[in-house]
């Protein structure tokens, strides 16, 4: 079922991760989550990827939480653990993805919705659409790591305003919080992903590697020094490679 639940599809360099249950919100049941987790991890090291888009299907939701009635049976506190635990681990597989992963925000991201939405690298959001932590609507709190990540975009005290007052954050606002990247306006979605990701299939996958390692490493809380020697690293291993000297070569012979 989670096969039918989650489309992919290959197109260039780009692959396109779809949440396939529009008329259900595309909720997020153990077995979509695990199946995430199954792609992501499988598409680590296909040759020349340069992103992942995640989206939902239809326009009205990304992604609206949990799946309620998939769920409704984790009622133990050593379940619940499990359960978080392994929803966790899907998003890090998409999280520490060594690629860049933009979400295209097409409709509302809710809840645990909304968490899948800030694992990923980007965000390019439709005008209409929000993103809302309203876990606290179903008295719980964020568990599947989107908490820190909420705080590590807009600070922990416009994380805690968002998460306590189950804030419904509309396109407009989360562009100037930093929780999206760009705009889509109404009928133009398709078009705005495009522009957007087009610079970044116009890079190298070494390059991409690097940028994204570097970036993660940030993440994670790296220390200082082993930043810098990541990116040291990335750095050297870009410069030696064919794909530096051929774009060297073609700025040298327009007189650069």
């Not at 992501?40 to 888009?53: G, H, I, M, N, S």
């Not at 659409?129 to 989107?146: D, N």
Request: with cysteine; proline share 4%; aromatic share 6%.
């Amino acid at each position: 079922m989670a096969d039918d639940d989650v489309r992919i599809e290959r197109a260039g360099r780009m692959l396109r991760v779809t949440l396939n249950r529009a008329d259900k919100h595309n909720p997020l049941s153990r077995a979509v989550l695990a199946r995430l987790r199954e792609i992501f991890t499988a598409a680590r090291d296909e040759p020349d990827l340069a992103c992942v888009v995640l989206r939902g299907a239809g326009d009205r939701y990304f992604a609206a939480g949990g799946d309620l009635r998939d769920l409704s049976n984790v009622r133990t506190g050593a379940d619940a653990r499990t359960m978080a635990t392994e929803a966790r681990a899907a998003l890090d597989a998409i999280r520490e993805f060594p690629l860049p992963v933009v979400a295209f925000v097409n409709g509302d991201a809710l809840g645990g919705g909304a968490e899948l939405a800030l694992a990923c690298d980007l965000r390019v959001m439709r005008e209409g659409a929000h993103i809302g932590y309203i876990q606290g609507r179903l008295a719980i709190t964020s568990g599947w790591g989107g908490g820190p990540d909420l705080a590590a975009l807009v600070g922990p005290a416009r994380a805690l305003r968002m998460t306590a007052r189950c804030e419904l954050v509309a396109a407009t606002t989360a562009l100037k919080w930093g929780l999206a990247d760009a705009l889509a306006p109404d009928g133009t979605g398709e078009a705005a992903l495009k522009d957007f990701i087009a610079p970044i299939l116009g890079q190298s996958a070494a390059v991409l590697r690097g940028f994204k390692a570097i970036a993660l490493a940030a993440r994670r809380g790296v220390p200082y020094e082993d930043r810098r020697r990541i990116e040291q690293e990335h750095f050297v291993a870009t410069w030696t490679h064919a794909d530096h000297w051929a774009a060297a070569e073609r700025l040298l012979a327009r007189g650069r």
